[in-house]
């Protein structure tokens, strides 16, 4: 079994990958949030420069419905010593699918198929690709599966999500086994190019969809690992459920150091003490359960006015668990 730790723009990039793998790892392979400038920002090139990176392997995402735009990024890629790229088909934001790219490619199908056509004919890097099923409507699923079937991608990870659904309500197992079923059987090709991802929070959800698709080889977890940041170690070494911080000292340790590892990368390289203070707040939204905080524990983090008020918050709030 393949575990991938999904692309999350915002929020794992390199300085959140490298104390990642730093503290917790366990992930097979790291995929980077997207890329879309022609020429790269300097924070996207920080991003995938691989002295930066110390997750391993890591591959690039692009997020681009231009395939001279893809074939320029996967080039300036392959310079960086890349050999894989992801296509982002999935990402929901309005900004994005306004402008037809992410999920909103999808509801363009001929334009998608022309774009599919050029970058595999042209691309050097070997390309897998992430998918949502459609933008609207289940239905739209059996035509885009047909449009993957015709290119040589080196996996499919699919997020079974409508764009309209964004994150929430449940999966669509069913449109998985549908692409199973068409890929695997109609097709021919192995199951091991097939990439499951959505939902999977802790053992429960992963053995439950083991159960109900035995032949899956690979899935990719993003949510899930911000929410437990153990759970590839959790999933590898069929160790139980997570049990609760509180009183657990070396993971309790472990934690704090994954955390004051975070907030001293970003203390070096954000300008000024309020973009550090916003970064590391969001990610409390993400940590809150994991570290066992209750709301007045992690109000008193909210309030912290500077970089020294949060760390004292911080440093109480995770000691008194101690
Ligand atoms: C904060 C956030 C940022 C994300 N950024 C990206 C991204 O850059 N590229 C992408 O393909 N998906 C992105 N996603 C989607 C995730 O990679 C993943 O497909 C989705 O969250 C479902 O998997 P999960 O339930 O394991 O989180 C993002 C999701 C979240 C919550």
Redesign the pocket.
């Given at each position: 079994m393949k575990y991938y730790f999904?692309?999350?723009?915002?929020?794992?990039g390199y300085i959140f990958r490298n104390a990642y793998v730093h503290h917790y790892g366990g992930a097979d392979a790291y995929?980077?949030?997207?890329l879309s400038n022609p020429v790269l920002s300097s924070k996207e090139r920080n991003d995938v420069l691989p002295e930066n990176n110390a997750a391993a392997p890591l591959i690039p995402?692009i997020?681009s419905n231009n395939a001279a735009y893809f074939l320029a990024i996967a080039a300036t890629l392959r310079e960086f010593g890349y050999d894989k790229v992801?296509l982002?088909?999935?990402?929901p934001s309005g900004t994005v699918v306004s402008k037809k790219r992410?999920a909103g490619f999808l509801s363009i199908p001929e334009k998608l198929d022309g774009f599919l056509y050029e970058i595999y004919s042209h691309c050097e890097l070997s390309v897998s690709l992430?998918t949502?099923i459609g933008m609207e409507s289940l239905e739209e699923w059996d035509g885009l599966i047909k449009i993957f079937a015709k290119y040589p991608f080196d996996e499919l990870?699919i997020?079974p999500?409508l764009r309209c659904e964004l994150?929430g309500g449940k999966?669509h197992r069913e449109s998985f086994k549908k692409a199973l079923d068409f890929f695997c059987e109609e097709c021919g090709i192995s199951t091991d190019r097939l990439v499951f991802?959505?939902?999977?929070?802790s053992r429960e959800d992963f053995f439950d969809l083991k159960e109900e698709f035995p032949e899956i080889s690979k899935v990719?977890?993003?949510?899930?690992?911000?929410k437990n940041p153990e759970i590839f170690k959790l999933l590898k070494h069929e160790k139980a459920s997570v049990t609760p911080l509180r009183n657990d000292g070396s993971r309790l340790s472990e934690f704090i150091a994954f955390h004051d590892e975070l907030f001293n990368a970003y203390t070096g390289i954000m300008f000024g003490e309020k973009p550090v203070l916003f970064k590391m707040k969001e990610l409390w939204s993400w940590f809150t359960d994991y570290a066992g905080l209750d709301l007045r524990e992690l109000k008193k983090i909210r309030k912290a006015g500077s970089l020294t008020d949060y760390s004292l918050a911080v440093k109480s709030v995770l000691q008194a668990k101690l």
């Open positions: 999904a692309p999350l723009e915002g929020v794992a995929f980077t949030p997207f995402q997020l992801n982002n088909l999935g990402c992410g992430k949502r990870i997020h999500r994150y999966v991802n959505g939902d999977i929070c990719m977890i993003g949510r899930g690992a911000l």
